[in-house]
Nanobody, 121 residues
Framework: QVPLVESGGDSVQAGGSLRLSCAAS??????MGWFRQAPGKERDLVGT????????YYTDSVKGRFTISHDNANKTVYLQMNNLEPEDTATYYC????????????????WGQGTQVTVSS
């Protein structure tokens, strides 16, 4: 497993922006992703990135608002969240693993501890 450390969670008002960071000890996985889990709900995939070529995938609910990027030199993956909505309130988790397609079917091997995002209306 790859140790992952998230940061950047905060409380914001609707329409605001946040950037989450995920520091990895190494990019040993071919796929990195962000998941989120709201209270009483399942953990859902937000999006993925293939560090080797920067290809990304996003779930429909965040397309056009969220952007995943990476900094290979610093082994960090980012989740830029714009135009936040109260429905985006959740604990956000960084994840890593091996996945041929690195898209909607991503099943990670490693997880971060999570960072809380709260969006108020």
């Amino acid at each position: 497993q790859v140790p992952l450390v998230e940061s950047g969670g905060d409380s914001v008002q609707a329409g605001g922006s946040l950037r989450l960071s995920c520091a990895a000890s190494a990019f040993v996985s071919n796929c990195m992703g962000w998941f989120r889990q709201a209270p009483g709900k399942e953990r859902d995939l937000v999006g993925t990135i293939t560090p080797a070529d920067g290809q990304t995938y996003y779930t429909d609910s965040v397309k056009g608002r969220f952007t995943i990027s990476h900094d290979n030199a610093n082994k960090t993956v980012y989740l830029q969240m714009n135009n936040l909505e109260p429905e985006d309130t959740a604990t956000y988790y960084c994840a890593a693993g091996y996945d041929r397609f690195c898209a909607g079917g991503f099943r990670p091997r490693s997880w971060g501890q999570g960072t809380q995002v709260t969006v108020s209306s």
